[in-house]
């Protein structure tokens, strides 16, 4: 079995299965002179180990490391690192029965098919143990980064099943009403689906690119999307109300809230008309984005036969951007003036800056490791739901690399996402990496997903969003490296399930052992000890080029 080993200055090289003596791992590459012990590395290797909670795998071992050689005097000489952790709880007892079969979701198959030979005692060299190895090397690099460059690597628990953490846009938008004078401006919903349907007439459209709905169903359909779209943090549909007696008035929207351009749309039903309704309720979607959004202006579009509607514009301070011809879905010509409106403040806590501000505190505050709480009791009932069950469930963790420097990576086949790619979906159960916008990016525009610099007060270069996920052109940008890794659910379940032997015969087979629910807690050390790895290898390769 070849292929143990990767880097190429940094470079690692793991020994070890899950029911042998020990795990471990030879550091070839580290710098001379770097302060290091046990309990540098032992941390890390907490966080990974089983049996830490009621929701993982109750394998008792207490993976105390030691370091048998590279350190003299509590600093490293420049010579291989060598890192054991001996085994300590192993019942190899519990997987005779499986050693004839091929157990399904595991490498039982592919390994047989390829060596003639396998470890079954717990997976042997497919086991997620081999990860203590990469803990304790990863370890060493994150000391190194953090103490050299400053770099800090943060992971943690996005989401399990369908339980998914929310950032502050999603929280704050599903909720969102605002209230003026006269008005309230209440999420989309369909109690008002009569209404809209009566309202939103050819006269209300005259000057508008949408045409009245066609029937009911494209009604639906439209109000289902625009909901599901806010609660996404893309855009805000609001109907207006009147505040003290809820009587509908009409709706208001700003479409694009996630791009530096934002664009606002309205109307007002007829009988409501020419009472300020309609600049008191922009008036006030234009406060809240000037208090939680970052942007660089608000496209206000109106025809230039709507004066009444042009006046809103004016009145927030629009200047005419441009004017153009567009038909409209009803087959009319409109001319539309394009109003620009800048923003009023430039706000420090925007609603999509969560990931910036998650501490490892925070991460390690609970046993499942998603920084925010209620999220976190949601995730815990539901792994030890599915304990229960005796089944097992995936989910997604997030990385962060905050405060790398400029100019790691090649522009070529070394890109940095495709060398963290690479990493990721090497450690055990990974069946999916996104860095970024990652898929959800595949829905932009350019114009929307294009990440627009900017100097700072400082004179740093910096950019007004990070759809690029800190890196351009395979090569970092000096903005924080942000990835998501997809884990599937843990193979062994106690349920019974179909399979068949090494004849090929048809049997049953029922996981034996001790093992996890829910593999994610354990696996965010993981993640971020293959980012500090490949982060470590890209820096010493920079500094060998000089």
């Given at each position: 079995?070849?292929?143990?080993?990767?880097?190429?200055?940094?470079?690692?090289?793991?020994?070890?299965?899950?029911?042998?003596?020990?795990?471990?791992?030879?550091?070839?590459?580290?710098p001379?002179?770097v302060?290091?012990?046990?309990?540098?590395?032992?941390p890390?290797?907490d966080?990974?180990?089983p049996?830490?909670?009621?929701?993982?795998?109750?394998?008792?071992?207490?993976?105390?490391?030691?370091?048998?050689?590279g350190?003299?005097?509590g600093?490293t000489?420049?010579?291989?690192?060598?890192?054991?952790?001996?085994?300590?709880?192993?019942?190899?007892?519990?997987?005779?029965?499986?050693?004839?079969?091929?157990?399904?979701?595991?490498?039982?198959?592919?390994y047989?098919?390829?060596y003639?030979?396998?470890?079954?005692?717990?997976?042997?060299?497919?086991?997620?143990?081999?990860?203590?190895?990469?803990?304790?090397?990863?370890?060493?690099?994150?000391k190194?980064?953090?103490?050299?460059?400053?770099?800090?690597?943060l992971?943690?628990?996005?989401?399990?099943?369908?339980?998914?953490?929310?950032?502050?846009?999603?929280?704050?938008?599903?909720g969102?009403?605002?209230?003026?004078?006269?008005?309230?401006?209440?999420?989309?919903?369909?109690?008002?689906?009569?209404?809209?349907?009566?309202?939103f007439?050819?006269?209300?459209?005259t000057?508008?690119?949408?045409?009245?709905?066609?029937n009911?169903?494209?009604?639906?359909?439209?109000l289902?999307?625009?909901?599901?779209?806010?609660?996404?943090?893309?855009?805000?549909?609001?109907?207006?109300?009147?505040k003290?007696?809820?009587?509908?008035?009409?709706?208001?929207f700003?479409?694009?809230?996630?791009?530096?351009?934002?664009?606002?749309?309205?109307?007002?039903?007829?009988?409501?008309?020419?009472k300020?309704?309609?600049?008191?309720?922009?008036?006030g979607?234009?406060?809240w984005?000037?208090?939680?959004?970052q942007?660089?202006?608000?496209?206000?579009?109106v025809?230039?036969?709507?004066?009444?509607?042009?006046k809103i514009?004016l009145?927030?301070?629009?200047?005419?951007?441009?004017?153009?011809?567009?038909?409209?879905?009803?087959?009319?010509?409109?001319?539309f003036?394009?109003?620009?409106?800048?923003?009023?403040?430039?706000?420090?806590?925007?609603?999509y800056?969560?990931?910036?501000?998650?501490?490892?505190a925070?991460?390690?505050?609970?046993?499942?490791?998603?920084?925010?709480?209620?999220?976190?009791e949601?995730?815990?009932?539901?792994?030890?739901?599915?304990?229960?069950?005796?089944?097992?469930?995936?989910?997604?963790?997030?990385?962060?690399?905050?405060?790398?420097?400029?100019?790691l990576?090649?522009?070529?086949?070394?890109?940095?996402?495709?060398?963290?790619?690479?990493?990721?979906?090497?450690?055990?159960?990974?069946?999916?990496?996104?860095?970024?916008?990652?898929f959800?990016?595949?829905?932009?525009?350019?114009?929307?997903?294009?990440?627009?610099?900017?100097?700072?007060?400082?004179?740093?270069v910096?950019?007004?969003?990070?759809h690029s996920?800190?890196?351009?052109g395979?090569?970092?940008?000096?903005?924080?490296?942000?990835?998501?890794?997809?884990?599937?659910?843990?193979?062994?379940?106690?349920?019974?399930?179909?399979?068949?032997?090494?004849?090929?015969?048809?049997?049953?087979?029922?996981?034996?052992?001790?093992?996890?629910?829910?593999?994610?807690?354990?696996?965010?050390?993981?993640?971020e000890?293959?980012?500090?790895?490949?982060?470590?290898?890209?820096?010493l390769?920079?500094?060998?080029?000089?």
């Amino acid at each position: 079995m070849s292929a143990n080993s990767y880097g190429e200055i940094f470079k690692i090289t793991t020994f070890g299965e899950s029911h042998g003596k020990a795990v471990g791992v030879i550091v070839d590459g580290c710098p001379a002179g770097v302060a290091l012990s046990e309990g540098d590395i032992q941390p890390d290797l907490d966080r990974r180990r089983p049996g830490q909670s009621h929701i993982t795998t109750q394998r008792d071992e207490k993976d105390r490391v030691e370091i048998l050689s590279g350190v003299f005097e509590g600093k490293t000489t420049g010579t291989p690192i060598s890192l054991i952790v001996f085994n300590q709880d192993q019942k190899s007892n519990d997987y005779d029965a499986l050693k004839n079969l091929v157990r399904p979701g595991h490498a039982d198959y592919t390994y047989n098919q390829k060596y003639g030979n396998r470890d079954p005692r717990g997976g042997g060299r497919s086991s997620a143990r081999i990860m203590i190895a990469r803990v304790a090397a990863g370890a060493i690099a994150k000391k190194f980064l953090k103490e050299k460059l400053g770099v800090e690597f943060l992971a943690y628990t996005e989401s399990v099943g369908d339980i998914k953490m929310e950032n502050d846009a999603i929280r704050t938008l599903k909720g969102l009403t605002i209230n003026t004078e006269r008005l309230s401006l209440i999420p989309t919903s369909f109690k008002f689906f009569d209404q809209i349907y009566a309202e939103f007439t050819s006269e209300i459209t005259t000057y508008m690119y949408p045409a009245p709905y066609k029937n009911e169903d494209v009604l639906a359909g439209y109000l289902n999307e625009g909901i599901d779209s806010q609660i996404k943090g893309k855009n805000i549909q609001l109907i207006i109300t009147n505040k003290f007696t809820g009587e509908f008035y009409g709706r208001v929207f700003l479409q694009g809230i996630d791009s530096p351009t934002p664009e606002f749309g309205i109307w007002i039903k007829k009988s409501a008309h020419s009472k300020g309704y309609g600049r008191e309720a922009v008036l006030g979607l234009k406060l809240w984005a000037d208090d939680n959004l970052q942007f660089d202006y608000l496209l206000y579009p109106v025809d230039r036969r709507n004066t009444q509607s042009e006046k809103i514009a004016l009145a927030l301070g629009g200047a005419l951007k441009r004017e153009f011809t567009e038909v409209n879905d009803s087959g009319k010509l409109l001319e539309f003036k394009e109003y620009r409106i800048l923003p009023k403040n430039n706000p420090v806590n925007s609603i999509y800056k969560s990931y910036d501000d998650v501490t490892q505190a925070q991460i390690e505050s609970n046993i499942v490791r998603c920084p925010d709480p209620e999220t976190a009791e949601k995730m815990i009932k539901l792994i030890e739901q599915v304990r229960k069950d005796e089944d097992s469930i995936g989910g997604v963790i997030r990385g962060l690399i905050r405060n790398l420097p400029i100019g790691l990576g090649e522009p070529e086949f070394d890109k940095l996402p495709a060398e963290l790619a690479k990493a990721m979906m090497s450690i055990n159960a990974t069946k999916g990496f996104e860095i970024g916008s990652g898929f959800e990016g595949t829905k932009l525009r350019g114009s929307q997903h294009n990440d627009i610099f900017y100097t700072d007060k400082n004179g740093n270069v910096k950019t007004k969003t990070n759809h690029s996920g800190g890196v351009l052109g395979g090569i970092s940008n000096g903005q924080t490296i942000d990835f998501r890794v997809a884990i599937k659910p843990v193979a062994t379940i106690s349920q019974a399930q179909d399979t068949i032997d090494k004849d090929g015969k048809k049997v049953v087979v029922e996981g034996k052992g001790r093992h996890d629910p829910c593999v994610l807690p354990r696996a965010v050390p993981i993640v971020e000890a293959m980012a500090a790895l490949v982060i470590m290898d890209m820096y010493l390769r920079n500094q060998a080029r000089g």
